[in-house]
């Protein structure tokens, strides 16, 4: 996929049933709504749960033009509800010399449990190996958060061991599993 003569990094992705837009201004209310929803955030220690629009827009900002940043996020949007917003995931801390970046991921709980999460995670991967050319993968996942664990072992990553205090959150630290998928093993 191209722009202007130039390989995207981060196009826009369909798969069976979502597609996967870039973050943009008309999904500022969406975002507000999912990052101010305490289960939405349960286990994301690294940020305060949204409490304001004016959160939300600079959130939206943040992760606007992805091939400038280098890094994106990407909307979830159902085709079976019409394009409604359903969760997020996406690529940063993108190291280009050594080829890896790190993965995230979120979904709306009322989508919970439908396998939704794990189809746009194939797409995700998928192009971070082909339009990032990427050779390593890796996620962070509080040590609590037992459903997202599982999600990466069915996609193959592998558990490298738990980075201790990771994040200082609300007066405590937390510890998350780190997670790696490399190219060959995909």
């Not at 890896?100 to 709980?109: K, R």
């Not at 990466?152 to 599993?177: A, N």
Request: aromatic letters at 16%.
């Amino acid at each position: 996929m191209k722009r202007g003569g130039e390989a995207l990094h981060f196009p826009l992705i369909e798969t069976e049933r979502l597609h996967l837009v870039n973050v943009s201004q008309k999904h500022t209310n969406f975002i507000f709504k999912h990052f101010g929803n305490s289960k939405v955030c349960e286990y994301l220690y690294d940020e305060e749960d949204l409490e304001n629009y004016d959160q939300a827009l600079a959130l939206v900002e943040w992760f606007s033009n992805p091939e400038e940043k280098g890094y994106n996020r990407w909307v979830m949007e159902s085709k079976e509800l019409g394009g409604v917003p359903i969760g997020t995931c996406g690529f940063h801390l993108w190291d280009r010399q050594n080829r890896i970046a790190e993965i995230g991921y979120d979904l709306y709980p009322d989508y919970w449990g439908r396998g939704l999460m794990k189809e746009a995670l194939v797409a995700c991967i998928n192009s971070g190996f082909q339009h990032m050319g990427l050779n390593r993968i890796h996620a962070y996942v509080a040590v609590e958060n037992q459903r997202s664990s599982a999600l990466l072992k069915r996609l193959g990553f592998t558990c490298e061991g738990v980075f201790r205090d990771k994040h200082y959150y609300q007066g405590s630290y937390y510890d998350h599993y780190i997670f790696s998928l490399l190219r060959r093993e995909w």
